[in-house]
Each structure stands twice: as structure tokens, then as C-alpha cells.
């Protein structure tokens, strides 16, 4: 008996993964439509300068990054001028994008490992960015969907709270558990930009601070929690 239990259980489990899919996909196509162009929002030119936003980036809004890189880097044009730095001089830069102790000390490690080990470069394995110093799941994700082109699932603040409101995950609110359980239901090709059009989303119709802007949002008729 117990065996058919467990049976119908995992029948169950399938089933309701197989309909997570197709939400999944469902949703990707009415936010492609919705939000064609959505790309990242911090400003880059070069690999490294996005490792260094997105470490600036936690706890500070992209629009402020985006300000204060421009003076770090008429400062400190490139990897090996940062290396070279002190971190106290980094801090005075990207202090207003908070915890800047912490994020210059670990600019400066994280250039002077790219200049010693990579030639300069940004590795392009996701457990190579790990290992640098400030780089988490997230920025190592949104490195490898922006700078490699390669699958990539970014689990912020937006995505998070938008998986959970629309009925991918249920009640999942640790980042990496997030990330696994979406890695099961979205196609590897769309992470990326996905996770970039969830941002868009939440900034502007999903948003966290204020009730959810269901009567204009268009995944509606798609999302658990419509206006709930
Ligand atoms: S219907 Fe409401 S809760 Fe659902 S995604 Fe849209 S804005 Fe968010």
C-alpha cells in the first residue's frame, strides 16, 4: 500500500512540474513581448568593469553604480590600475554605493587575481568566478548569460519575489534554492535574458514596496497571485 502512495505521489510531483513548465514558457513569451530589448542595467564596455558594478551594485541601486564607476575609472582606467591601487582610494570612490570597505577591498583582490592568474581577463567558468573575491551565484550567473552568452539563471531581489508571486516556486525565498529549482523549469537559451525581463517587471509593475500593479501587468491571467 505504502508503495502505491508513494507512487501516486510522485505521479503528482511530475504533474505539477510538468505545469510549472509550461507556466514557465508561457511567461517567457508574454515577457519577450512585453519587454523586448531588456538587457542588463548596469553600464559596461569590458568583462571586468561588469565584475566590479555588480560587486558595487548589492545594496545600491544600478543607477548609482552606473554614476560612481565613471569617476572609479577616470581614476583607474583599467585591471592593473585598481590592482596597484590601495583599497583605502578605491573606498573613497564607491563609498556612496555603500559598504565601501568591503566592496573596495574585494575590487582591489579580485583585479590584482584577473591580473596574476588570468592575464587581465575575466574566466569564463562559472566555479572560476566564484572563487573571486565579493563574486556570489548571482554575479557569477549574470556574467556568464552577459558577458559569455552562456546559461545562466540571476536569482536578485526581483526574481525572486516575481518566481514566488507568479507560481513557479512556492514559497522559496533562499536565492540558490530559487536558482535550482528554476534551472528545472526554464530552458537553459532563456535564463538569462528571463531573469533580466523579471528586473523590468518588478520594477515596474511588480514592484515590492507598493501593491502589485495587477490590472496593468501582462501575465495576469498567467500568475498565482493576481491580485491578491
Ligand atoms: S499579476 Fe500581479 S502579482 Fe502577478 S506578476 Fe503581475 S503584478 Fe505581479
Redesign the pocket.
Known amino acids: 500500500m505504502e508503495a502505491v502512495f508513494g507512487c501516486l505521489e510522485r505521479n503528482q510531483e511530475e504533474m505539477k512540474e510538468e505545469q510549472k513548465k509550461e507556466l514557465a514558457l508561457k511567461l517567457i513569451d508574454r515577457l519577450k513581448k512585453e519587454y523586448p530589448d531588456a538587457g542588463c542595467t548596469l553600464d559596461y564596455d569590458n568583462a571586468w568593469k561588469l565584475l566590479v558594478s555588480v560587486r558595487l551594485a548589492a545594496q545600491c541601486t544600478d543607477a548609482r553604480v552606473n554614476v560612481v564607476v565613471e569617476k572609479l575609472y577616470e581614476k583607474f582606467p583599467d585591471v592593473d590600475a585598481l590592482a596597484a591601487a590601495d583599497a583605502e582610494e578605491i573606498e573613497e570612490i564607491v563609498r556612496p554605493c555603500g559598504l565601501g570597505k568591503s566592496k573596495a577591498r574585494d575590487i582591489h583582490a579580485c583585479m590584482k587575481i584577473l591580473k596574476e592568474q588570468y592575464a587581465g581577463n575575466v574566466p569564463d567558468s562559472f566555479d572560476a568566478l566564484l572563487k573571486l573575491p565579493g563574486v556570489g551565484r548571482k554575479s557569477a550567473n549574470l556574467i556568464m548569460g552577459d558577458v559569455f552568452g552562456k546559461p545562466a539563471i540571476v536569482t536578485d531581489t526581483h526574481c525572486i519575489r ?1 518566481v514566488n ?2 507560481g513557479l516556486v512556492n514559497n522559496i525565498k533562499d536565492p540558490k534554492k530559487v536558482e535550482m529549482a528554476l534551472w528545472k523549469l526554464i530552458p537553459p537559451e532563456e535564463g538569462s535574458d528571463f531573469c533580466h525581463r523579471l528586473v523590468y ?1 518588478g520594477r515596474d ?2 514592484t515590492a514596496r507598493t501593491k ?3 490590472e496593468k ?1 501582462c ?2 491571467d498567467l ?1 498565482a ?4
Open positions: 516575481l508571486r507568479m517587471h509593475i511588480c502589485p500593479y495587477c501587468c501575465v495576469s500568475c497571485k493576481a491580485g491578491v
